[in-house]
């Protein structure tokens, strides 16, 4: 059964800096990409930052230039580097990863279960 579990939330002012990280565990092969979700109250869940197993990354536009994501492959690791936070950056944050089981069981979609990241003013 594959775990992802995400640590690193908490409480922090306008402009400080918060790191995410999550970690997977479980029989897989390998992961082929993790991304970070955040939802706030009220609101949709919306991707945040995806990277794949080769590097590529992709950010919201919302955090473009504030966070930064890396992946530690042997660690089966994801890292979220958040800096110049806002309180609009106030939500749980998810933890998702495509991870092939192997054995040509194909890629599943795996989730956490949300750390808090709360911004005050």
């Known amino acids: 059964q594959v775990q992802l579990v995400e640590s690193g939330g908490g409480l922090v002012q306008a402009g400080g800096s918060l790191r995410l990280s999550c970690k997977a565990s479980?029989?897989?092969?390998?992961?082929?990409?993790m991304a970070w979700y955040r939802q706030a109250p009220g609101k949709q869940r919306e991707v945040v930052t995806r990277?794949?197993?080769?590097?590529?990354?992709n950010y919201a536009d919302s955090v473009k230039g504030r966070f930064t994501t890396s992946m530690d492959n042997a660690k089966e690791m994801v890292y979220l580097q958040m800096n110049s936070l806002k309180p609009e950056d106030t939500a749980v944050y998810y933890c998702?990863?495509?991870?092939?089981?192997?054995?040509?069981?194909?890629?599943?979609?795996?989730w956490g279960q949300g750390t808090q990241v709360t911004v005050s003013s």
């Open positions: 990277i794949t197993r080769s590097g590529t990354t």
């Open positions: 479980g029989g897989f092969r390998s992961i082929d990409s």
């Open positions: 998702n990863a495509d991870v092939d089981l192997g054995y040509g069981r194909g890629l599943h979609d795996y």
